[in-house]
Structures are given as C-alpha cells and as structure tokens.
T-cell receptor, first 116, second 113 residues
Framework: EPEVTQTPSHQVTQMGQEVILRCVPI?????FYWYRQILGQKVEFLVS????????KSEIFDDQFSVERPDGSNFTLKIRSTKLEDSAMYFC??????????????FGPGTRLTVL | GQNIDQPTEMTATEGAIVQINCTYQ??????LFWYQQHAGEAPTFLSY????GLEEKGRFSSFLSRSKGYSYLLLKELQMKDSASYLC??????????????FGTGTQLKVEL
C-alpha cells in the first residue's frame, strides 16, 4: 500500500540553526501539507501546497518557514532559524484528487524536531 | 475561524461500545474526518462524513448533523488495541483548494479489561 515517508525520524538542532525536513508524498498525489503537533497538544495546520505554490498558510507559518518541491518526488519544509518553541512533531500529508471517495489526507510517520 | 470541541478522555471496557462526540463551529464546511492516533505515531484515517447521517465501516461508524454542528464516532466490540487518541477534524474550503484540516484536541480512549 502506498504511503507517505518522512526523513529524518528525529532531528536535534541548536537554537538559531537551519533545519530541512523531508517528505516523499504518495506518488500520484497532487496536494501536499505540513502540520505540526507540540507534545500533548493538538495537530496544527502549517501550510498547503499545490501546483508548485502555496495555496494556504497559517499564522504559525511565518517568514522563518518555507516549503519547496525540488523535484517530482520530494516535498521539504525549511525552518531558517529555529527557536525553542519550534520543538514539535512535524507531519507531512498528501492527498489525491477529489475523484477519490473520501479525499482524505494521508499522513507520514512524522519528524520529531528537538531544538536545544 | 473554526472551533472544535471533544472530550479529553474516555474509558471503556473491552467488548463494549463507546461513542466519542465532537462539536464544531466553522465556515465553509466541506467534510468531517475522524482519525486515530497512537502515541508517537501519525494520525490514520478512520471515517469521513460530508452529508448528514451515519457512515458505517466495520466496527467503526460516524454520524454527522451539519445543522447542529455535531458528529460522533462509534466504536463497537472494543479491543485493547483501540486504546488511542481519536481526532475529530473539519475540512473547510472548496474541493480542489487548499482544504486544510482543523483538528480538535483529540479524545484519549483507554480500553480496560
């Protein structure tokens, strides 16, 4: 069964450093998302991406964040200068077209980011 | 904006039935999803409702009333492996657009012997 994959599974970084979180969405999907979940809190939307551009972003997704689809398979989230409060689990998700019965988003296993 | 409420915790007995409620206020409603999340893992899709009524999928059923802004997830024949967090999520916006999901805080279900 196709699945979303993410690397690394755990990233530890120093405050102020740049990190890049990588995702490989399901191959025929067209819509891509990043969410984050701070420990013990709810899953929060960061950004959605379609047709090589951001279609929506939340207030969390400020100038320190960027997304890119550098080739036909990868989808990345970059945090330019990490802060302590960026420590969270980051989930990538993808979905296909509205032709699919549920059009649900499929989530990857997540990258746990720890900022020291 | 969107607001989603669900109970924080529930406890039930193996073999029993449990109902997890979710209420929401949203603009541009375009479907309600239930996801299951085990600790430290990704959310996995359980069910989807966009029209009023009950959707059944094996041991899981989900109900939606759009006029009341209300949904529930029904789990039958509970098993120990059903111990997890159950996330209610609302999709807003037109199909084909960003269609972000807004999640509730999740209901932590504990299944006991």
């Amino acid at each position: 069964e196709p699945e979303v994959t993410q690397t690394p599974s755990h990233q530890v970084t120093q405050m102020g450093q740049e990190v890049i979180l990588r995702c490989v969405p399901i191959s025929n999907h067209l819509y891509f998302y990043w969410y984050r979940q701070i420990l013990g809190q709810k899953v929060e939307f960061l950004v959605s991406f379609y047709n090589n551009e951001i279609s929506e972003k939340s207030e969390i997704f400020d100038d320190q964040f960027s997304v890119e689809r550098p080739d036909g398979s990868n989808f990345t989230l970059k945090i330019r200068s990490t802060k302590l409060e960026d420590s969270a689990m980051y989930f990538c998700a993808s979905r296909g077209t509205s032709d699919e019965p549920y059009n649900e988003q499929f989530f990857g296993p997540g990258t746990r980011l720890t900022v020291l | 904006g969107q607001n989603i409420d669900q109970p924080t915790e529930m406890t039930a007995t193996e073999g029993a039935i449990v109902q997890i409620n979710c209420t929401y206020q949203t603009s541009g409603f375009n479907g309600l999803f239930w996801y299951q999340q085990h600790a430290g893992e990704a959310p996995t899709f359980l069910s989807y409702n966009v029209l009023d009524g009950l959707e059944e999928k094996g041991r899981f059923s989900s109900f939606l009333s759009r006029s009341k802004g209300y949904s529930y997830l029904l789990l039958k024949e509970l098993q120990m492996k059903d111990s997890a967090s159950y996330l209610c999520a609302v999709r807003a916006g037109l199909t084909g657009g960003g269609n972000k999901l807004t999640f509730g805080t999740g209901t932590q279900l504990k299944v006991e012997l």
